[in-house]
């Protein structure tokens, strides 16, 4: 396999961990970085699909001993079990309505100028739904902190965890972000910041086994053992940078909010437009 083509791999699987968890759309970066690279093939879906398993396995490095203690306490401990129904029921939205449209808007908006237009829509409600959280919860503790109603993970009840189960639906927009969508959402339903956050997390794990999964198996027939080289490589650098990434966040969070990310994706959004408009830059993909 050409050295040029594993490099390609290794720098989408970059852009992939550092962008599954932040608020700015994996899939999206990877349709334009793909464009931009020349990387291109009847392949090449499945591999910005198949990479996400990286990103997602460095949920499961970084949260590693949560996971293992609520496998270990599902049977006997209350908060185990609510703990695992929340990320069922949020994950089994992204299944149905996965299967209902998945074809159809894969067909019609796994396109730069789609995914350019989400861009800025996203940050636009990024920014409204910051604005409205900075007002809505006045209430401060002792260190005169606001409070959110749902403060943490575990104080997550079954419809919040559907309601975020939902919003993460409208991810299947390329260009929306997963990661944006359950934390903004979540945030825009009561919950912390840094509950929206990990939660958003969590949700990744049954979210991106079940979408690599399911495209590998439907990809079955034009996949062969020349592919695994590339989608091992882009896997690799996916993990290392979102597990970065991750530790990142959650520093982050602590004293930021998420405006900086929503103007991101405003000026990344106006300026593919503007290009392709123009005809600066050929964002065709495929």
Partial sequence: MEIALLLKAALLGIIEGLTEFLPISSTGHLILSSSLLGFRGENV???????????????IWEYRQRLFDT?????????????ALNVIVAFLPAVVFGLAFGSFIKARLFHPVPVATAFLVGGLIILWVEARHRRAFGERDLEGRRLARVETVDDMSVVDALKVGLVQCLAMIPGTS??????????????????????????????????????LWKQRGILTAADLPLFAVGSVFAFVSALLCIRWLIRYISTHDFTVFAWYRIVFGVVVLATAYFGWVDWSHG
Avoid: D, H, K, N
């Fill in 45 to 59: 879906a499945t591999f910005e699909i198949a990479i996400q398993t990286g990103a997602m396995l460095a949920v």
């Fill in 71 to 83: 496998v270990a306490g599902i049977a006997r401990e209350r908060a185990a079990q609510r703990f």
């Fill in 178 to 215: 997963r990661s944006g969508a359950t934390i903004i959402g979540g945030m825009l339903f009561g919950l912390s910041r840094r509950a929206a956050t990990e939660f958003s997390f969590y949700l990744a794990i049954p979210t991106l086994i079940g979408a690599g999964v399911y495209s």
